[in-house]
């Protein structure tokens, strides 16, 4: 490369031998103003034999925000107003003749006190459309980005603002038909600004529908009036005769549509189900499973061909076994399949083994999913399909906790816990549930600008000290965060009501961890862990530090006020 550097350095990063990608994060000396990074294998950074890679990005403590035309210029840092910035637009056009862009100075702004201006709707409006760059000075920084901003000025704008639109809302009774059968229709009418505010029904309206068919020939046509309501309804009897498909009902000035299908269907002369399962079932071992097919008039489909296919799907029912990581994957795999009758009474059985997947660590808890899907045909052609599920794993309990993420602090007086097996069916099990108090993250940290690297380069003590506001690894998660002292244990059995009370305790703000354990009838551990924040609903203020936050307000009325709070645990915001 022949361009003089700015600065140069060597990093030493982790060496890895796995042929996979890697990421790691590094220190770079801040400069002012914009620059190119460039890094390269070789030290004398050649075109040739060498790995090359270069991010053009520009150093600025001056950012802004925009509403459409209305900006305001601040500190990056502190989101301080920038008082008395001096703001340069340019238009960027494109010149035919050169086939390239071209940058022309526009209109200057100086932001006032609150860092704010607006652009002038007559610079836009001389040109109907621009592609806008700024550059904004303040004391002895710069920032000039060459992210262009689209505005699109039109003299219907302020006239569309103020223009009344009228919508029409058309339902119909369902949405497929057989021929001759009766549409029955209603349509609500709406009047509304074109900033889509200050609605307002529209009563004593008149318009005409009329009902085309699926090759846009008018069918019939019916005059509506609107009532006190706005709203008005019908009916329109669909041709015996003609073309089936789509059928369009629209209202004569275009304000509203609705499209049904009319279709010659034969209505299902039987039906197919399954009996309920109620055996539960472990890996390895024999399913059956019992179907039948039985006439809406009540008889028995006897000698009907089942064509039936059992298909596995895993699923991970505890989540807190994954946090390092992802669930590992597991494709669907087709068990079995075979064709069978269905006797005099109109039952079948299907049955099959319950193979797990082998590939699966068990120490995963993972749960099969067996889905039996069966289509049966009579003597007469017809076909009825349904599909039923049984679910298989290592163990023969579920343990299925329901604890919402944020409570108030005197609302943990209970807990939603059910235990069943694999079937679903309650099965009475004794707990263990422990409340841990956690030692929540005190520094205040900003959201990651990229994915999280795999590999480090800095201990975690130097990374701080560089980087104060920043995550590190994961600090960020409470599942990585320690734990302080045990506060509740207690056990007791679980119930049909799937209610476990605690005892009473007088809990602090902050992050706890629940653990509920218990055990199958084999003396298999079952244990699932969930995260929990308390707060104080008369100090609502945040557990760990936040650079924003809110205080969501009390459930109100339609047309009540109401208020809501908003928070920061940063120093110096504006």
Request: net charge neutral.
């Amino acid at each position: 490369m022949s361009a003089a550097s700015k600065k140069a350095w060597e990093q030493s990063l982790p060496v890895n031998t796995d042929l996979q990608t890697h990421a790691a994060e590094i220190k770079i000396d801040g400069l002012p103003g914009e620059y190119f990074i460039v890094a390269s294998v070789n030290k004398d950074f050649s075109s040739t034999n060498n790995i090359l890679a270069a991010r053009f990005t520009y150093i600025s403590n001056i950012s802004y925000v925009n509403r459409n035309t209305d900006f305001f210029v601040l500190n990056r840092n502190t989101g301080q107003p920038l008082s008395g910035a001096a703001v340069q637009t340019y238009k960027k056009t494109y010149d035919y003749k050169t086939y390239t862009y071209t940058k022309q100075k526009a209109e200057a702004y100086t932001a006032d006190q609150n860092g704010y201006l607006r652009l002038s709707d007559a610079a836009i409006k001389d040109q109907g459309g621009s592609n806008l760059l700024f550059e904004i000075k303040h004391a002895n920084d710069q920032l000039f980005i060459e992210d262009e901003v689209y505005y699109y000025f039109s003299t219907l704008n302020t006239q569309n603002d103020k223009k009344t639109t009228r919508s029409v809302f058309l339902f119909s009774d369902r949405s497929i038909y057989r021929p001759g059968q009766t549409l029955y229709f209603k349509g609500i009418v709406v009047n509304r600004k074109a900033d889509h505010t200050d609605p307002s029904i529209q009563t004593d309206y008149k318009t005409t529908l009329t009902l085309t068919d699926a090759n846009g020939q008018k069918v019939s046509d019916l005059q509506v009036n609107t009532n006190e309501y706005g709203s008005f309804n019908g009916q329109f009897v669909l041709p015996q005769t003609g073309l089936n498909g789509v059928y369009n009902l629209n209202t004569s000035d275009g304000t509203g549509n609705i499209s049904i299908r009319m279709e010659e269907y034969k209505r299902p002369k039987f039906y197919v189900d399954f009996e309920k399962v109620k055996d539960a079932y472990k890996v390895n071992e024999d399913v059956k499973i019992t179907g039948y097919a039985k006439a809406y008039a009540g008889n028995n489909i006897d000698g009907a061909k089942v064509k039936y296919r059992v298909v596995r799907e895993v699923r991970f029912p505890y989540p807190w076994l994954f946090w390092r990581g992802y669930f590992p994957r597991s494709e669907s795999m087709e068990i079995t399949n075979g064709e069978i009758q269905t006797g005099n009474d109109g039952k079948f059985d299907i049955s099959f083994k319950a193979i797990p997947d082998t590939k699966l660590d068990v120490k995963m808890d993972p749960v099969f999913d067996y889905r039996i899907y069966a289509d049966v045909t009579d003597i007469n052609g017809e076909t009825r399909s349904n599909s039923e599920m049984v679910s298989a794993g290592y163990k023969s309990l579920l343990l299925n906790a329901s604890i919402p993420s944020k409570l108030a602090t005197d609302s943990l007086n209970k807990l939603f816990i059910r235990t069943e097996n694999m079937s679903g069916v309650f099965q009475k099990a004794m707990l263990l549930v422990k409340v841990t108090r956690l030692n929540a993250e005190q520094r205040l940290l900003r959201p990651r600008y990229w994915e999280k690297p795999d590999q480090f380069v800095f201990t975690k003590e130097e990374y701080i000290r560089q980087f104060p506001n920043d995550i590190y690894n994961n600090e960020d998660d409470p599942k990585t965060w320690g734990k302080s002292a045990t506060v509740t244990e207690q056990s007791g059995s679980s119930d049909s009501t799937s209610v476990f009370t605690l005892n009473k305790f007088k809990y602090q703000p902050g992050f706890y961890v629940i653990e509920i354990q218990t055990k199958d009838k084999e003396g298999n551990e079952i244990k699932d862990v969930q995260y929990l924040e308390l707060f104080d609903a008369k100090k609502p203020e945040p557990v760990y530090p936040q650079y924003l936050y809110s205080i969501a307000p009390k459930p109100v009325e339609p047309g009540e006020k109401t208020s809501t709070q908003v928070g920061t645990s940063a120093n110096n915001i504006f």
